[in-house]
């Protein structure tokens, strides 16, 4: 299985402050087709996670445009360019490389 | 609007079958892929596997031997079954679309979601929480 990390597990954060939450993969994620196989989700508190960002930095439909993702093959980084009091919650990043999928571990944003 | 919903028990005894059923409103099944995770209390999120329209499926190889997931396409749901269940399948459990763009192929010899362009899992249901226990 493809194993994956995120730094920092916990990250308080101030409104209108940029922000950035790193991923780390076992294996690159970077298919032969070009496109790496990443993605972002946010879980805010008791609500169902959502798509931010797919295949490594396409937004979502409706994802503002404050969230932004980057990287390639195994180190990819989401960055919030100002964080807003709506932003928190757990963000995981996931690959959809190979089967299984699998999750990092979550990031904790909240607010300082 | 692309609307999930998941049903079934709350309430499942160790050893038995937990089912669950995932009602796709605002799509059709006939498109995209559909996806089963969940997350223990407290925890992160698990994959458990996929399902197409055709009935071709994949698993998380830590859950293969106990999982079922079927697919109705004339009632635009998909269903989970777990066998032997225990303690440690208690979990929310969420039903997720893997939207793809079917006219672009980009790996013909792929039978998941990556034979398409990809969009990520874009919709998910509200969850539902299973508790085993007697």
């Known amino acids: 299985d493809i194993v994956m990390t995120q730094s920092p597990v916990s990250l308080p954060v101030t409104p209108g402050e940029p922000a950035s939450i790193s991923c780390r993969c076992s294996?690159?994620?970077?298919?032969?087709?070009?496109?790496?196989?990443l993605d972002w989700y946010l879980q805010k508190p008791g609500q169902s996670p959502q798509l931010l960002i797919y295949?490594?930095?396409n937004r979502a439909s409706g994802v503002p445009d404050r969230f932004s993702g980057s990287g390639s093959g195994t180190d990819f980084t989401l960055t919030i360019s100002r964080v807003e009091a709506e932003d928190v919650g757990i963000y995981y990043c996931?690959?959809?490389?190979?089967?299984?999928?699998?999750f990092g571990p979550g990031t904790t944003v909240d607010i300082k | 609007q692309v609307q999930l919903q998941e049903s079934g028990p709350g309430l499942v005894k160790p050893s038995e079958t937990l089912s669950l059923t995932c009602s796709v409103s605002?799509?059709?099944?006939?498109?995209?892929?559909w996806s089963w995770i969940r997350q223990p209390p407290g925890k992160g999120l698990e994959w458990i596997g996929h399902?197409?329209?055709?009935?071709?499926?994949n698993f998380n190889p830590s859950l293969r031997s106990r999982v079922t997931i079927s697919v109705d396409t004339s009632r635009d749901q998909f269903s989970l079954k777990l066998r032997s269940v225990t303690a440690a399948d208690t979990a929310v459990y969420y039903c997720?679309?893997?939207?793809?763009?079917?006219?672009?192929?980009?790996?013909?010899?792929?039978?998941?979601?990556?034979?398409?362009?990809?969009?990520?899992?874009?919709?998910w249901g509200q969850g539902t929480t299973v508790t085993v226990s007697s």
């Open positions: 997720a679309r893997v939207a793809v763009d079917e006219d672009i192929v980009l790996e013909p010899a792929d039978m998941g979601p990556n034979r398409y362009y990809y969009y990520g899992m874009d919709v």
């Open positions: 605002g799509d059709s099944i006939t498109k995209h892929f």
């Open positions: 399902i197409y329209h055709t009935g071709r499926s």
């Open positions: 294996q690159s994620l970077l298919h032969s087709n070009g496109y790496n196989y």
């Open positions: 295949l490594g930095s």
């Open positions: 996931m690959q959809a490389l190979q089967t299984p999928t699998t």
